[in-house]
């Protein structure tokens, strides 16, 4: 692609951004388990948590290929707060505009974009995962409340969330198209979180089960109609994913930078890393790889600004994203040899951080069903 100059102007700003307020605090922000305030109101600031939320309510009014710069470049020096910004700009945002009134838009958009409120999205439980459609969270509706109850399970930012957007079920016997969607505050009587989970990876970001016990949403709080969370789910995931291979191919990029940086300084039989063709076959190897993944990545959102489908295309970008991060991130451990696996090197959280792009928001496994059923059908 051939980055237009607004977006030339963006990606510059971004880097900068990334470099001095992102970068020089992630190994510290891994270690405390959190992000912290003061970032996620920068974040808000310069509307790079809402880049595609259009102005009137906050958001930036920018395009799919602005919501890809900025998220390729925070990736880049840290996922977690990769992570954070996805969750913000696609997870709760999209399901709000596309599907929230008018005065829940105003109500709950408008704070997320603002940065006074931070947002979660429950569709995960304990038994329904990759199979998102067997959902057991219960809503039934008594008076002017929906009663929920249930147990969402890794659910993003949820001990930090004002409210979050839960899927349940409200007529049983009608499969997924007996699902509906909430906007639930979280602190509604009988709205607790579990544990922080202790995660291998992203470990600046705060996940844990939602738990509901009898919780009364006000009618008024259902998210489009009685019978479409899982479509509303399915619909926000589809943006959710460029996100998220985004953010893997910013992993791949931070990946691909210290491998370069090390292979230059370290000296072994006389002469750099660099020097030798296996090391130069691997980083190529990795190169080749990661511009795949990028071309493909910002002609889908192309795409999506042209108001084309891409569902295929948005799982075929998450899958190879998610993958390629993998591999480089992998390759380029092994290129730092035993200091890859020492903290003192930013390589080692890499390396954990990449693992969980070909698990959330759908594993590879999912996407590879995406693909071939779209062209299977
Ligand atoms: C850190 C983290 C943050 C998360 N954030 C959120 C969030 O904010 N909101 C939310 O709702 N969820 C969230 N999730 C949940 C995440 O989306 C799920 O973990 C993911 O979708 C996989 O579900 P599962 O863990 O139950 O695995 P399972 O579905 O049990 O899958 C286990 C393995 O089996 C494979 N598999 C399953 N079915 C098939 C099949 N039919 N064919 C071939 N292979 C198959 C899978 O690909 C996987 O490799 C998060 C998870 C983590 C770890």
Do not use: W
């Not at 399970?153 to 499969?175: L, Q, S």
């Not at 292979?263 to 190529?284: N, P, Y």
């Amino acid at each position: 692609m051939i980055f237009k100059k607004e977006h030339l102007l963006l990606q510059k700003a971004v880097r900068k951004f990334a470099e001095e307020e992102v970068q020089p605090y992630a190994a510290e922000r891994e270690k405390e388990g959190a992000i912290s305030r003061d970032l996620m109101e920068k974040l808000a600031k310069y509307k790079y948590t809402s880049p595609i939320v259009p102005k009137e309510y906050g958001g930036a009014g920018a395009d799919y290929t602005s919501y890809v710069i900025i998220m390729e470049e925070i990736s880049k020096k840290c996922a977690s707060t990769g992570t954070f910004t996805t969750a913000a700009a696609s997870l709760v945002s999209s399901p709000l505009l596309n599907f929230g009134t008018e005065e829940q838009k105003q109500k709950y958009l408008t704070r997320i974009t603002s940065g006074e409120a931070i947002g979660a999205f429950g569709l995960t439980e304990p038994g329904a995962g990759s199979d998102a459609s067997g959902q057991t969270t219960n809503a039934v509706l008594v008076g002017d409340n929906y009663v929920l109850n249930g147990r969402k399970t890794f659910i993003t930012n949820a001990p930090i969330a004002d409210f979050a957007i839960v899927i349940a079920v409200t007529e049983r016997g009608k499969g997924v198209k007996g699902t509906s969607a909430f906007i639930v505050d979280m602190n509604l009587e009988g709205v607790s979180c579990g544990a922080h989970e202790d995660k291998m990876g992203i470990r600046a970001t705060e996940t844990s089960d939602l738990i509901m016990e009898n919780v009364k949403v006000p009618k008024e709080n259902i998210l489009g109609k009685e019978g479409q969370g899982f479509k509303i789910a399915m619909h926000t995931l589809d943006t959710g994913r460029i996100g998220v291979a985004a953010q893997a191919l910013g992993v791949a990029q931070g990946a691909m930078d210290e491998a370069v940086k090390y292979s230059k300084e370290r000296v072994q039989f006389g002469k750099s890393l660099s020097k030798f063709q296996d090391i130069q076959f691997k980083l190529a190897n990795m190169e080749t790889k990661i511009c795949a993944v990028r071309a493909l990545l910002y002609k889908t959102a192309e795409m999506k600004e042209a108001g084309m489908s891409i569902t295929k295309e948005s799982a075929m970008c998450k899958y190879m994203a998610a993958e390629v991060a993998n591999e480089v991130a992998y390759d380029a451990l092994q290129i730092h040899g035993g200091y890859g696996f020492i903290k003192d090197y930013p390589i080692e959280r890499i390396y954990r951080d990449a693992r969980i792009m070909s698990i959330y928001e759908g594993t590879s496994q999912v996407q590879q069903m995406v693909i071939a059923g779209s062209l299977l059908k």
